[in-house]
């Protein structure tokens, strides 16, 4: 069984940064696809950033140039380093982990607001 956990939210004003951690539990991580995804405040979940075990990461045209993905397999653990940010940023962000039947964490609440 994977269980994944999510650190590091909060709230920031617009412009700073935020990391965010995931930590998995379990046998399963290094050799998958390891991601974050979003979900705003009456939204649809969307994508946010990818990474595959090689560390081709694939991101959101809205995180492009401003968030950076990043994975450490010795520790279980993938990051999401969010600079810039914006107050549509403000969201639960869940780490997931796979493709096809992808785990999922509970999410941290990022709040952007002055």
């Known amino acids: 069984q994977v269980q994944l956990v999510e650190s590091g939210g909060g709230l920031v004003r617009p412009g700073g940064s935020l990391r965010l951690s995931c930590a998995a539990s379990g046998s399963l991580f290094s050799g998958y696809v390891v991601g974050w995804y979003r979900q705003a405040p009456g939204k649809q979940r969307e994508f946010v950033a990818t990474?595959?075990?090689?560390?081709?990461?694939t991101y959101a045209d809205s995180a492009k140039g401003r968030f950076t993905i990043s994975r450490d397999n010795a520790k279980k653990a993938v990051y999401l380093q969010m600079n810039s940010l914006k107050p549509e940023d403000t969201a639960v962000y869940y780490c997931?982990?796979?493709?096809?039947?992808?785990?999922w964490g509970q999410g941290t609440q990022v709040t952007v607001s002055s």
């Open positions: 997931t982990l796979g493709t096809v039947f992808p785990y």
């Open positions: 990474i595959t075990n090689g560390g081709l990461a």
